[in-house]
């Protein structure tokens, strides 16, 4: 089987029902990073921290995954699909991928202050102030955030240079260290955009633009494999 690599971004969430974080009523919106998604946040607010992934958490219990979701976990019948995501919301496994790699994190997932490697399923949607680690520590949401390097860049570039196919979806392409991967893909491996906003200035060889939501774009890509 051919090896079908899939970058995936806020953009085949947000047709879920997912609010994203860089568009003009994103979720940058009302908090600013400074406040919510860094360390030095966490520090001087948890509370506040707490609550902001709490409502996300929320959300995703209420939303379900889409056409394009669906349409990528049905191409394991034909192809290696291995999705690297930029998303910390669980809508591909939920439509039946089986191999998916998180960037940054997991919303459904906690972790120790103090040891890294203690990381728990939550159970429900709700982290309290005061729920703790076996080591006593309390629990913290098993997300990178700005400021805090990237584990699994390694592997997701492993995995890029391997690549029969790439196929980007609903990224922006400016968030690092992911928009990085772009950088070790083969220049001789077909490449394929998936974005309604996408600019025509890329620098990938190979590169087919396809200027379509996610549920309407993955349709048509799949025509043309």
Same mark, same amino acid.
Request: charged fraction near 25%; glycine fraction near 6%.
């Given at each position: 089987?051919? !090896?079908?690599?899939?970058?995936?971004?806020?953009? &085949?969430?947000?047709?879920?029902?997912?609010?994203?974080?860089?568009? @003009?009523?994103?979720?940058?919106?009302?908090?600013?990073?400074?406040?919510?998604?860094?360390?030095?946040?966490?520090?001087?607010?948890?509370?506040?921290?707490?609550?902001? +992934?709490?409502?996300?958490?929320?959300?995703?219990?209420?939303?379900?995954?889409?056409?394009?979701?669906? @349409?990528?976990?049905?191409?394991?019948?034909? +192809?290696?699909?291995? &999705?690297?995501?930029?998303? =910390?919301?669980?809508?591909?496994?939920?439509?039946?991928?089986?191999?998916?790699?998180?960037?940054?994190?997991?919303?459904?997932? =906690?972790?120790?202050? &103090?040891?890294?490697?203690?990381? +728990?399923?939550?159970?429900?949607?709700?982290?309290?102030?005061?729920?703790?680690?076996? !080591?006593?520590?309390?629990?913290?949401?098993?997300?990178?955030?700005?400021?805090?390097?990237?584990?699994? #860049?390694?592997?997701?570039?492993?995995? =890029?240079?391997?690549?029969?196919?790439?196929?980007?979806? %609903?990224?922006?392409?400016?968030?690092?260290?992911? @928009?990085?991967?772009?950088?070790?893909?083969?220049?001789?491996?077909?490449?394929?955009? #998936?974005?309604?906003? @996408?600019?025509?200035?890329? +620098?990938?060889?190979?590169?087919? #633009? &396809?200027?379509?939501?996610?549920? =309407? %774009?993955? %349709?048509?890509?799949?025509?043309?494999?």
């Amino acid at each position: 089987m051919k !090896k079908l690599v899939v970058l995936t971004g806020a953009g &085949i969430s947000q047709e879920s029902g997912i609010q994203t974080f860089r568009d @003009a009523d994103g979720l940058w919106h009302d908090h600013r990073i400074e406040d919510v998604a860094c360390p030095e946040a966490w520090e001087r607010n948890p509370h506040l921290v707490l609550d902001f +992934y709490n409502l996300r958490r929320k959300q995703l219990y209420e939303v379900e995954p889409n056409e394009a979701h669906i @349409a990528l976990a049905k191409l394991e019948k034909t +192809y290696e699909v291995q &999705i690297i995501t930029q998303n =910390v919301d669980d809508l591909h496994e939920r439509a039946g991928s089986t191999r998916v790699l998180h960037l940054h994190g997991e919303l459904k997932k =906690v972790r120790s202050t &103090i040891d890294k490697s203690l990381v +728990y399923t939550l159970e429900g949607w709700e982290l309290k102030f005061g729920d703790l680690c076996e !080591k006593g520590s309390q629990l913290r949401p098993h997300i990178v955030w700005f400021g805090e390097p990237v584990p699994n #860049i390694i592997d997701a570039t492993s995995m =890029v240079r391997r690549a029969d196919i790439l196929l980007i979806i %609903g990224t922006s392409l400016k968030v690092y260290p992911a @928009a990085g991967l772009l950088n070790y893909v083969p220049s001789a491996v077909p490449k394929y955009l #998936i974005d309604p906003k @996408a600019e025509s200035q890329y +620098y990938l060889q190979n590169l087919t #633009i &396809i200027r379509e939501k996610a549920t =309407v %774009g993955v %349709g048509k890509f799949i025509d043309l494999l």
